[in-house]
């Protein structure tokens, strides 16, 4: 059977990495230079880096370029230290967070777990469920169980978890994922959810859309809903357009909608939800800083008969994934398999005696869905 193109060039570079003729760091020729080189479309060069990258082999950089990451050997001289320190060739790690869902968070630790495995290391997960006590007591468990170094997702709120400032300051091995602690000089790997933000707004504005609503729960000091909020505003002052504070609309839905006994509080926030949109007719676009507003929105304008996008555009963070056509949402994609595997390699290599603190701050794909449309035109069926 003959090798497809695309593997013929992963198997060239990956030959040159294996006999030293590309060295851990090197850079790895564009996408372009290798269509040109070997006579094919920039789509099949791009497949076989894709798959290194993917493989581990080579880690790509938006804006610079693909680099050799050489993660065999990297992993071995890992493995020699520890073993050398006299602890267990054997490895574990843990992995502290709120929960996970489909929209966001499973690939996530996915990831984290597959990578991982790549150093040859064990995962320990522990789920918080957004409690504080919680994650204290899933810290303390951690350390008593002998891990090595520990991923943690911090809860949302304005007080955080005193025991992660503790590890910090005794240069225990942490990494912080999804978000930062503002004052804690931890590293951390975590969404450019400013820049983020702000592209979900301006491609709302470059749909037409001149009155544009955030909708977002009660700031708690968390940095992600900060951050997001920042862009949102960034938007309207660098395309120079007036930005109402009435339209930004907190709501708590998105967290009340998964408690059980708090149905009529929901309820509430539904019918706040509902107000807010009858009071600004003007409105015609939203961005909800999470999954769970986007669909709960839907609801609501549905239930004022109107529609998405015909009506009203929605951009919110993270999606379901979709097999067949589009996905519902028009949303920002989180990249997290890569923001998975940064965060394992960033903690191994403070396993390892780094102590440089690093902070990543992480790209991010906007992708359109069914929920957006011009204002200017109507929309075809």
Do not use: W
């Given at each position: ?65 693909s680099f ?45 777990e597959n ?113 997001r909020m ?152």
């Amino acid at each position: 059977m003959k090798v497809p193109l695309y593997k013929q060039i992963y198997e060239n570079i990956l030959q040159k990495i294996q006999t030293g003729e590309l060295k851990h760091g090197d850079k790895i020729p564009s996408e372009k230079e290798l269509a040109d080189g070997f006579q094919v479309s920039r789509i099949t060069s791009k497949k076989a880096l894709d798959l290194l990258a993917q493989e581990q082999i080579i880690e790509r950089v938006q804006g610079k370029g693909s680099f050799v990451n050489y993660l065999v050997e990297e992993t071995e001289n890992m493995l020699n230290s520890i073993q050398t320190l006299g602890v267990k060739k054997e490895l574990t790690i843990g992995l502290v967070l709120p929960g996970f869902s489909d929209s966001y968070g499973a690939k996530l630790v996915q990831s984290i777990e597959n990578n991982t495995s790549k150093y040859g290391a064990n995962l320990l997960i522990k789920l918080t469920r957004d409690k504080i006590e919680d994650e204290e007591k899933a810290i303390e468990e951690l350390v008593e169980a002998g891990v090595k170094g520990i991923i943690i997702m911090p809860i949302h709120g304005e007080h955080y978890n005193h025991k992660i400032l503790e590890l910090v300051l005794k240069k225990f091995p942490i990494i912080l994922v999804d978000r930062y602690l503002r004052g804690i000089q931890a590293n951390a790997v975590f969404t450019d959810n400013i820049n983020a933000s702000k592209k979900a707004t301006e491609y709302l504005m470059s749909l037409g859309h001149q009155y544009i609503a955030y909708i977002t729960p009660p700031y708690d000091g968390t940095t992600v809903l900060e951050d997001r909020m920042k862009g949102y505003q960034l938007a309207h002052t660098e395309q120079h357009k007036p930005l109402n504070p009435d339209y930004i609309f907190t709501n708590d839905g998105s967290d009340l909608a998964f408690i059980n006994n708090k149905k009529r509080e929901y309820e509430i926030e539904i019918e706040n939800m509902r107000n807010f949109i009858l009071n600004h007719p003007e409105i015609t676009a939203f961005v909800a800083c999470r999954n769970a507003f986007a669909t709960i929105l839907l609801h609501v304008i549905e239930s004022l008969d109107k529609k998405v996008p015909e009506d009203y555009s929605i951009v919110c963070f993270d999606g379901m994934h979709s097999i067949i056509g589009k996905h519902p949402f028009t949303h920002i994609k989180q990249l997290e398999d890569e923001m998975g595997a940064i965060t394992v390699k960033r903690l191994i290599s403070q396993i390892n005696g780094e102590e440089n603190i690093k902070t990543e701050l992480m790209n991010f794909d906007l992708i359109e869905g069914l929920s957006t449309a011009s204002i200017k035109a109507p929309v075809k069926n």
